[in-house]
Each structure stands twice: as C-alpha cells, then as structure tokens.
C-alpha cells in the first residue's frame, strides 16, 4: 500500500517565485488589498441585505506604514486558520457549487502573500460583521503567524503593513493615491484616506446617459489626452468608453488602456481582448463573465473572450455608422488623423470597408482623392510602384487619365476591392494601355525617326538603356524616362559600387553578376515635341547622340532621379561637343 | 532672390521621425537623402542614410539596404568625423542589416558574407559593445552552415551582457524559439515561445515572426491542424509589406490543405512583390508555399488568378493550371535552395524543400 506524504512548501521561494515571475510589479499589493476588500464587503452585502454601506479606508504614516480597512464580513477565528494560513485557499472558492460567484473578484487565494514584497510583516485585525470576537493575526515571510484576541475593533478587515527598506515609495501619499486610481478606478466601492471625504476612484457612475462632451472630459482626465472622439462600449461583457486618439499612433502600440474585470484593473494591454486594429484607441473597460490568468494580468482565452472581442468590434462599428449619418465632420477628422488604421480594418472586414470607403483617400494623378470621389470618376488604372506611378503622372495628367498609386500599405487590397464592390472600371495598368498612353509611331514616323532613334541608343548604351519613338502629351516635354524598379536598384547598387570599396563594394558587385539579365530603362522621345520633330529631321549621327545624352540627363533630372557621376560627365561633354560642332560650322 | 527653401535636415528630420513606419516613411527618407545629397551637408547625407538601412528591413525587401550602406561607409571612411557623437551608433546601425545578408542573398560569397559580418565585428571590438547581437548575428548565419559554429555563437550569445545594440527581448525571445525549433528542440521552443503568445513579448516582427516559425514547423511535421489558429493569426495581422512575404509563403502552405481560396487570394495579392524581391531567403519561403498550394489544388480544374505581367506564365484569361505553376514555383524555390546550398556547402534548404514535399496530398480538401 502505498503512503501519502505532504510537500513542504518554502514560503520564501514562494515569495521569490510572485515577486519576480508571476507579479510584474510590487505595487499590485494594493490590487491585491483592494481586491480582498471589495470581496468582503460583496459577502457581506449579501449576507445582510439592505446593508450598504460599503467602504475602503487609508490611513498613512508617510514612508512607514499603511493601514487598509475595509467594513466588510471579516473572519472568525476558524475563517483565520483557514484562509490567511494556507496558501492557494480562498475564503471565496466553492461558495457556490464549486463556481465563484460572478461578483467576486479574488480566485487563487494568494493576493495577500503581495504585500511580503513591500513589508515584512502583515498583521491582521478582523472582527466578523455577523458576531463573534475580534482577532489579531500577524504573519512573516519564514511562514510562521500569531493569533491574539483583540477587543478594540469594529466589524470588518484591518491589514497593516509596515515598509520594508527600498518599499517606502509605496507608502507615500500620492503613490498610493494614484494606485488606487489605477487599480480600483472603477470599483463599485468607494475608497477615501481615513477622515477624508473625498473619494479616490469616482468615475461616472453610467457611460450609457453621459454625455460626448463628459466622455471626453472623463478621457482626458484618466489618460491625460484631449481626445478626437468618445465612443460608448455597452455590451453583454464590456462596459466602457474606447476613446480616438487625436495623433498617428504605430500598429505594435497594445498597451495604454484601462481594462477592469468585474471593476478591478487586470491590464493595460489590449491585446488579448481588442482587435488588432485598435490602437488608435485607448480604451478604459470594464468586463465581466470573462476568466484572468493565475497572474491577474491578462485574460484567458476562452470562447467568452472570443465573444467579447466581436462585441468590441460591433459596438466600434455601430458608432462610426452612426457618425457617418450624423456628425460627418467628426469622422472626416477621424479618418484624416487615422487612415492607416483604418485602411487596415477595412481590408479584412467588408461593413466597415461599404462604411470608409467614401472618405478614405489614395494618390492619384489628380492629387488625393477619396474613395467616394473614385467611385463617382468610375474609372481609371492603377500601379502598384510608387516610382513608377510618379513617372507616369505627369503623362496621365496631361491626357485627362487617371492613374492611382496602390503602392502605399493596403491600399494595394483597397483599390481592387472599391473595383470589385461596386462595378468599376478600374484595373492594373497594363502594358496595352501603356501603348495608349504612349501611343506606338505610325509606319512612316518610324521611318522619319529611325536614325535618331538609333542614334540615340546607342549613344545611352553605356547607361543600359534604350530609346523609342512614342506620341505623347504634354508635347512640351520632349522625352521621358521611365524604369522598373528592378532597374531602379541596379541604378543605386552602380552608383554604390562606385564609391564603395572593400567588402561592400565585394557584396554590391554580387549583386550585379548575379542577376541574369541586366535589364534596361527606357527613354521616350516624343513625336508630339517640337525639338524630337526638329531633331528627326538632323542626319549627323554625332550631333544626335550628344543632343540624347543631353535630353537622357534631362529627363532623369526631370523624373527626379539621383545622378551617377558618369551622367554630370556625358552632359558636360555632350555640350561641349555642341559647341564644337557649332564651331565647326561657322 | 532665391525663393527656393534652404535645405534644414533639423526639420527635415523632425517631419520624417513623426511618420509611422512604412512605405511613405520609406521614400520621404530617400528624398531626404537626394536633398542632402544637393545641399552637400554632411551629417545628414551620412544620418538620413543610416535611418534608411535602419528602417527599410522592417518594411520592404532588407536588400535594398545594401547599396545605401555602401555609400554610408565610403563617406564615413572619407570623413570619418561626419556624425560628431552620433558616430557609434551609426556605425552599428548601418553595419547590423548588411551583417544580415548572408542569410538572405545566396549570391554573396562565403568570404564576403564573413566580410560583411567582420564589419560589424570592427564596430563591436572598437566600442566595445554590441557583442551579443554580434554573436546572434553570427548563430543565424552559421545556423545553416555549420551548427556546431552557430551553437558556439548561440552560447556565447546567451553569456553577453544585454546593451544598447541588444535585439529588443521580444526579438531575442523569438530568435531563441527559433534556433530551438532549428535544432529540433520542440518542448524548449514551446517554453520560449509562452511569453509570446501570452503578449508578454513583442515587437513589430514579434508575434508574427514566431508564429511563422511554428507554422513552419508544425507544417514539416505535417500538423496543418495545429498550424491553422496562428497562420489565421497570422494573416489578420503579419502580412504587411514586402518585408513579410516569408509570412505569407508559410500561409500559402498552411492554406492548401485547409482555406485554399485564401491561399490563391494570397498568392495573386503578392506575387508581384515575390517576383521583384532580391531578398532570396523570402522569395523562397514564398515560392516554397505557392509550389505547396498549387500541388495540392492540382487535378482541381483551371486555377482564376490575378497575377502580374510580368510572371513568365502570364495568361490573359486569368486562368492557370495548377499543375504548370506547381512546376514553375518549385524550380524556382529548388534554384534558390540550391545556390544557398552551394555557397553553405550543406543540404539544408534542399531537405527543407523536400520536407514540404512531402506532405503534399498526404491530407485530401
């Protein structure tokens, strides 16, 4: 048969073990105290009923000692032994069938072993609310505790804690006051310092009849931030207001909120609980029906926490709705400041996509237009490079095309998803409709033109890049480059390769040789500019390879690319030859 | 007189330090350069450089840091006072990316990959500092070289002090759930990995980076079940830019055998990016899911996608057949894991390859 043996449990491991792995911070003790008092006075709220007269006290020997008295059921003698001296029991467990009741905070009975980390002794008055004798129970670190009556002490739970050297930063008045906020802001029961009237954790008492312009007061207050907009969070699990942050904030933001479970604050962090596209939101929330980690710090995922997320996200959809119909101006504002958020909601989910799509606004040849703007134009095309969609603007401009850029974050789902929902003719630029762009010469032109075009290639071989013949407008600009982005890089690496030296210039010449094909940019000259017609006419294949090499560098200049050196070179000796060959004539 | 702005990299450098990083963060640092360039300022030409090596491997293909990186060492050689006090952290920043490359470009040498990782050992000998991400620097790279090496480094990685050019924790957690999982390791993995998935850690790569270690290594073990919940993690929040194609080919992966539309949407939404991507360490995850996809939908009928022009099988109709681009993806993902292979000297990227294989069709739609 076998035998049954006990572990022995080392109280200061244990304590090493909360304080530097399962608490992030000692201040939780007074979470944890909040917690245990708020509890006590539920109990006894329940067990005495019409009894409400709940209540937190503080009282502070500045940087010395703290004195936490709530008014709730307090212990008797048994109750002592057997929740303040056993780790892991809770006088809440097995309340109600083996479940928690919903409206007690505290689960794990280990809250108060906390306050070892700021003290090294708690000693414990507690007096039953229902009767019986008052008790003072004091515990250290090493495990062991006392017991004595006490006759002078009213109903309810009195921890005091005395500060162990390097803790007495939280025995000052105003980091207690301001733990007190931050943990038990919204706890449905109030908390003062001792003979004070002024309340340390109000907050309005219903989000649901208060007003925008108190949401916002009550945002500014908590977070210290004058905030875009207020929106009202009332669901199944969630109570609260998420508030618009008036500034660009970046995706990986997930911290900065305000989140309660059953009035207590578990975290700061949101993402467990909030979609990954609110973090142009702060949110201050309180939930319930929703299970913490062992911690207290976070939420177990669970299908209620599931829930909970798409309640968010409805009621955060629900009031932008509601905004577009009613206050237009407050979200073309929200949307301004927070585009990029909300481009990334509106790609994955398809009502807040039909709901942005008209105020979100992308780059086109005709400068910002917004969604509602393309659907009323009802088409055009688009590119996905921004160089080359900046190549092409001026061309797309000058013939009444549009062209919009889908080269920025998600706009490259957006814009075919706007083609898509509502019937438009807009599609990817393709090499078809760039022969219409840059209309294809005639067979005569060809003809006129062959020798310049020739001329011209050969002059710009050096520079991998070849010319052609094509019509189009503006006719005041004689010829345009344009490359790949491909073509792009290999113009940068060159250009790096010059300079650089040793293993940089080792790596960059890599680069170079391993591509397969060098590919080649592309300068057209156009047959609608007078100076290309004039230059078509000119049979001295010199003069027309140094007038290319000067309208190549033109037109990079013009493009606004960065020159390489051999470029200022050949423009340098191309006018020279000019001039020589200008001479020469004379 | 002039109307034209005079050139203040001050205010140049507050606008551009207010953008979120991205794309347009992206180009407003290369204009500033060309600006810098033109009004011949020093520190700002070498500053505006170092921003951008920085930052562009956060967002897009991390190889175009290398030719800017170029240019920053040869003008910091010429003037090596150009950045004042900001010098040693300039330094490290713009050696750090090009240290990287190794592992993603297979067409640098051995001798050069080991230059570019000795540049950014001159920094650490000289400042003394930055040794530990020197060393985790050197795990990675080594990590498909020779193992015994990157353990070696993995070690010494874990013995060095964290200082101000350490990896944040979230990075450095998520590089430990990686080499574990490299090494096979699986229950350590899993033990790094908790203060990730529970957000105790992140970043801007973290989770997504770990997530995709894990669907990687759950997809060789042929799991598709397990790597289902984080590949839809995954998807909603990690496939951003350019930078996270990898990402994207590891979903590919996972969503042939479960979500084969999102798969195809996934592979007509990128492959544009994929195809214009120097960075070949991505490419090939992503080439290496797009062969998984189109193998597994093969005998499926004409495949509709929208895919660029520039694809050597374009087709106008939008209809392609799975089992040509199946051939096609794997070619090309078979070249790149062959010439890592080759500059390596180990089969790593090959077995990979074939560990992908080997599932295909193992598990029916």
């Known amino acids: 048969m076998s035998e049954s043996f006990h572990f022995q449990v080392n109280l200061g491991g244990m304590l090493d073990v909360l304080s530097n792995h399962l608490y992030k911070s000692p201040d939780v003790f007074l979470r944890e105290l909040l917690q245990n008092g708020v509890d006590a006075i539920t109990q006894r709220r329940k067990e005495q009923p019409g009894w409400d007269e709940g209540r937190i006290t503080i009282a502070l020997a500045e940087g010395r000692r703290l004195t936490f008295r709530d008014n709730g059921m307090g212990l008797t ?118 003979g004070e009237d002024r309340r340390l954790n109000a907050i309005p008492d219903d989000f649901v009849h208060t007003g925008r312009g108190q949401l916002l007061s009550f945002g500014a207050w908590l977070f210290g931030e004058e905030f875009l907009e207020a929106i009202l969070i009332h669901t199944p699990h969630l109570n609260g207001v998420a508030f618009v942050l008036p500034y660009q904030t970046d995706a990986s933001v997930k911290s900065g909120h305000r989140i309660y479970l059953k009035y207590m ?256 940019a592309s300068l057209y000259l156009n047959l609608n500019s007078r100076l290309i017609q004039r230059l078509a006419q000119v049979e001295d294949a010199g003069l027309l390879g140094s007038v290319a090499r000067i309208l190549y560098v033109q037109a990079l200049i013009t493009g606004g690319y960065a020159l390489r050196s051999g470029e200022l070179k050949t423009m340098s000796e191309a006018l020279l030859e000019l001039l020589d060959h200008q001479g020469g004539s004379i | ?170 990075c450095e957690q998520d590089g430990m759930v990686w080499f574990a999982l490299h090494i096979g390791d699986w229950p350590q993995a899993q033990r790094l990995a908790a203060s990730i998935f529970d957000g105790s850690r992140e970043c801007h790569d973290v989770p997504w980076n770990t997530y995709h270690s894990f669907i990687e290594a759950h997809l060789n073990r042929g799991e598709w079940k397990k790597a289902q919940p984080l590949a839809r993690k995954l998807l909603r929040g990690g496939c951003r830019d350019k930078s996270d194609l990898e990402y994207v080919g590891s979903l590919m992966r996972c969503f042939a055998f479960c979500q084969p539309d999102t798969g195809a949407a996934l592979l007509s939404r990128w492959m544009k990016d994929a195809l214009g991507l120097w960075d070949a360490g991505r490419k090939y995850y992503f080439f290496k899911g797009a062969w998984v996809l189109c193998s597994q939908l093969r005998g499926m009928g004409p495949l509709p996608l929208d895919l660029p022009q520039t694809f050597p099988l374009w087709r106008k109709d939008g209809q392609y057949g799975c089992d040509a681009l199946a051939e096609w993806f794997y070619a090309q993902a078979l070249d790149i894991a062959q010439a890592f292979d080759r500059r390596n000297g180990t089969g790593w990227y090959g077995e990979n390859l074939a560990l992908a294989g080997r599932w295909i069709r193992e598990d029916p739609l």
């Open chain 1, 265 to 520: 604050l578990l975290t700061e962090r949101g993402d467990r609980l909030l979609p990954p596209w609110a973090f142009f939101l702060r949110c201050f929330l309180n939930t319930s029906g929703l299970r913490p980690t062992a911690s207290r710090e976070d939420f177990y995922e669970d299908g209620a926490l599931e829930a909970a997320t798409a309640e968010f996200e409805g009621a955060v959809r629900a009031h932008l709705e509601r905004l577009a119909r009613e206050s237009p101006d407050i979200l073309e504002e929200l949307v301004a400041v927070h585009s990029q958020a909300i481009k990334a909601m509106a790609v994955w989910d398809d009502s807040l996509f039909r709901l942005f799509i008209d105020h979100l606004t992308f780059e086109t040849s005709e400068g910002r237009l917004s969604g509602g703007k393309l659907k009323r134009l009802g088409r055009g095309e688009w590119v996905s490079s921004v160089d080359r969609f900046r190549q092409l603007k001026p061309i797309f401009l000058a013939q009444d095309r549009l062209l919009i850029c889908t080269g920025y974050a998600f706009d490259g789902e957006l814009i075919p998803k706007l083609a898509r929902a509502f019937s438009l003719a807009i599609g990817p630029l393709r090499e078809e409709s760039m022969d219409v762009v840059l209309e294809e010469p005639t067979l005569d032109e060809r003809q006129q033109v062959f020798a310049l075009q020739r001329a011209a290639s050969r002059a710009l071989a050096p520079f991998d890049c070849r010319a052609e013949a094509r019509r189009f407008l503006p006719a005041e600009l004689p010829a345009l480059y344009t490359m790949s982005d491909e073509v792009q890089f290999f113009r940068q690496v060159q250009t790096a390769q010059d300079m650089s030296r040793g293993v940089f210039s080792d790596a960059l010449a890599s680069l170079l040789a391993g591509a397969e094909e060098r590919p080649a």
């Open chain 1, 77 to 194: 003698e048994a109750g002592i032994h057997r929740f303040l001296a056993v780790i892991g029991q809770s006088s809440k467990t097995q309340l109600q069938d083996g479940r928690i009741p919903e409206d007690y905070i505290g689960r794990f009975g280990i809250g108060l072993l906390s306050c070892f980390m700021v003290s090294d002794a708690i000693v414990v008055h507690t007096r039953p609310a229902d009767g019986g004798p008052a008790h003072a129970w004091t515990g250290r670190p090493d495990g062991t505790y006392t017991l004595e009556p006490l006759e002078d002490c009213s109903p309810g739970t009195t921890v005091i804690l005395t500060a162990r050297p390097g803790a007495e930063h939280y025995f000052q008045r105003e980091a207690v006051e301001e733990l007190v906020r931050y943990y038990g802001l919204a706890l449905p029961v109030p908390v003062y310092f001792a």
């Open chain 2, 1 to 170: 007189m002039s109307g034209q702005v005079p050139f203040s990299g001050e205010a140049l450098d507050r606008s551009i330090e207010q953008m979120p990083r991205g794309t347009i963060k992206l180009e407003a640092l290369q204009q500033a350069i060309r600006q810098a360039d033109q009004a011949g300022d020093l520190f700002w030409r070498l500053r505006f450089r170092c921003d951008y090596i920085f930052d562009v491997g956060f967002v897009d293909d991390k190889t175009k840091a290398l030719p800017v990186c170029g240019e920053f060492f040869a003008l910091l050689d010429e003037y090596p006072d150009g950045l004042g006090n900001l010098g040693e952290m300039c330094r490290f920043l713009a050696a750090e990316p090009c240290a990287e490359l190794g592992v993603n470009l297979p067409q640098l040498s051995m001798e050069t990959c080991e230059g570019l990782l000795g540049r950014l050992e001159e920094q650490v000998r000289r400042y003394r500092k930055g040794e530990r991400l020197w060393h985790w620097i050197c795990c990675e790279f080594y990590a498909y070289v020779d193992l015994d090496r990157a353990k070696e480094h993995y070690a010494a990685f874990q013995r060095s002090k964290i200082d101000i050019y350490s990896d944040c924790r979230a």
